[in-house]
């Protein structure tokens, strides 16, 4: 006859089991969603694994990108793609300076066909990444560009960034291109549920650590992703242009490996702009 004991024991077993199951699934499915972004920003992946290489064997200086900051100002780390092997879809604009002020906001303004998309920058926050933004923007990089990947099943995001997704209709590198350097993740939303709500501007990246570059997503629905993207801004004029887009829909571009696939209502990037540091 089975002891009062040994039926606790069994039980304890049972709920063990039922509770290592359950977060098996879960980290199935963290996994899956994370692979809706980092897989759909394939942004260097051929020298990705290089330039995460090279960051990690950077030291400490690299690691601590804002260590050392006085006075206002961040001493940031923008890792050069080596230039052999480098995939034509990178435009080289060169370098950002290294130090960057971390004080006082900006206001990004995208000018697209279909109106304004605007969002407020706190440099506090993301001083190398709204740095490299302004420097990125000052030559002219995301003029004329599509935004190039839109999802609208488990997570609800916008695309944008590539510097190679230009003229009629879509190549099979768009997601592809970037800048001629990568730099390290910043405000990652590690406290926040959902990660990436409605309204946030973040950083893609190709899964690596380090391997943030020009790519960004226009968050248009609350999207529990895991936090590995810089958040850049919030949007504060213009989410209805990026749902009007939404709601015509994707064409399954990238249903079988990423998610998602290329807008049907086309949005392009006739200009975006930094403003001056206020504050």
Not at 3 to 18: D, I, N, P, V, Y
Not at 190 to 198: L, M, V
Not at 244 to 249: I, T
Request: aromatic share 4%.
């Amino acid at each position: 006859m089975t002891s009062t004991r040994e039926r606790q024991r069994a039980a304890a077993r049972a709920r063990l089991e039922r509770e290592m199951a359950e977060r098996s699934a879960r980290a199935r499915k963290r996994r899956q969603t994370q692979a809706i972004v980092g897989a759909g920003a394939v942004l260097l992946l051929v020298v990705a694994g290089t330039v995460w290489l090279a960051t990690a064997l950077g030291g400490d200086d690299d690691k601590k990108q804002h260590a050392g900051s006085a006075g206002g100002a961040a001493q940031c780390a923008y890792t050069e793609v080596p230039k052999e092997g480098r995939p034509k879809e990178i435009k080289d604009v060169g370098l950002p300076e290294a130090q960057q002020k971390d004080t006082g906001t900006q206001t990004m303004t995208i000018d697209t066909n279909l109106g304004p998309i605007t969002a407020k920058i706190d440099r506090a926050a993301v001083p190398c990444t709204a740095g490299s933004f302004t420097h990125l923007a000052s030559k002219g990089f995301f003029d004329n560009t599509k935004c190039h990947r839109l999802v609208t099943e488990g997570i609800k995001v916008l695309q944008c960034g590539d510097p190679s997704a230009t003229g009629n209709g879509w190549r099979q590198t768009d997601g592809t291109g970037g800048p001629g350097y990568n730099l390290a993740e910043e405000n990652l939303p590690t406290d926040k549920r959902p990660a990436y709500p409605e309204g946030v501007i973040a950083m893609a990246n190709s899964g690596q650590p380090g391997s943030t570059g020009s790519q960004f997503f226009i968050v248009y629905g609350d999207s529990q992703l895991d936090p590995n993207y810089t958040v850049l801004g919030s949007v504060t004029g213009g989410m209805d242009l990026v749902k009007q887009v939404a709601a015509a829909g994707d064409d399954k571009a990238f249903a079988q490996q990423a998610g998602g696939g290329h807008p049907k209502k086309e949005i392009v990037i006739n200009k975006l702009a930094m403003s001056d540091i206020q504050g």
